[in-house]
């Protein structure tokens, strides 16, 4: 089955420091989700992003399908960026079945 | 308003029990998942369901049968607790052919 493999597992940044994680996935997907998961568990969308280039305020992301990866940045981190960040690909359109990727766990010092 | 609602959030009981997580959304979509997170962290899909018609039942034990009464809700019942049952357990929604996910605030089951 397909593999989706995130890095780094783990991070360390200062506060007002930039970041980027990395999703890779190991055939082609149909569509590509990125999460955070708060300290307290919630899962948060952040980008709906199959392809291209999305931006929301601090948070960008970049999908190459082609390629097999998407890149999600965080600029200015703040402390509540702390949390596990996800990514999450569907195989087949239609299919309803998402596989997650093994997350990157950011925490953001003061 | 809450769009993806799980009752309970947290679940505490004995292995051999049956019990029952609820999930509900209020977001009008019509696809709705279990999926489960382990203590490492690692989600999985368990189970979606479309149109209260099950979709995807990812060789889960069937000790866990979700039910689907109508779309806005979809409830998870496990007989016979296992150890290896605890988790966190995640509901969440999407619409067709806008395919992004919401998910639901978690349900912490431990079996002792």
């Known amino acids: 089955g397909i593999q989706v493999e995130q890095s780094p597992p783990d991070l360390i940044l200062q506060e007002g420091a930039n970041s980027t994680l990395r999703c890779n996935f190991s055939d082609s997907v149909n569509n590509l989700q990125w999460f955070h998961q708060n300290p307290w568990g919630q899962l948060i969308n952040l980008f709906y992003i199959p392809s291209g280039t999305k931006q929301n305020g601090r948070l960008s992301a970049t999908t190459v399908a082609t390629e097999r990866y998407s890149l999600l940045y965080i600029s200015s981190s703040q402390t509540t960026d702390s949390g596990v960040y996800f990514c999450?690909?569907?195989?087949?359109?239609?299919?309803?079945?998402?596989?997650f990727g093994t997350g990157t766990r950011l925490k953001v010092l003061a | 308003d809450t769009a993806v609602s799980q009752t309970p959030k947290y679940l505490v009981t004995q292995m051999g029990n049956d019990k029952s997580i609820k999930c509900e959304q209020n977001l009008g979509h019509d696809t709705m998942y279990w999926y489960k997170q382990d203590s490492k962290k690692f989600l999985k899909i368990m189970f979606s369901y479309n149109n209260k018609e099950l979709i995807i039942n990812e060789t889960v034990p069937n000790r866990f049968s979700p039910k689907s009464p109508d779309k806005a809700h979809l409830n998870l019942h496990i007989n016979s607790l296992e150890l290896g049952d605890s988790a966190v357990y995640f509901c969440?929604?999407?619409?067709?052919?806008?395919?992004?996910?919401?998910f639901g605030p978690g349900t912490r089951l431990t079996v002792t």
């Open positions: 999450a690909v569907e195989i087949q359109s239609g299919t309803y079945k998402y596989i």
């Open positions: 969440a929604s999407s619409q067709v052919g806008s395919y992004e996910q919401y």
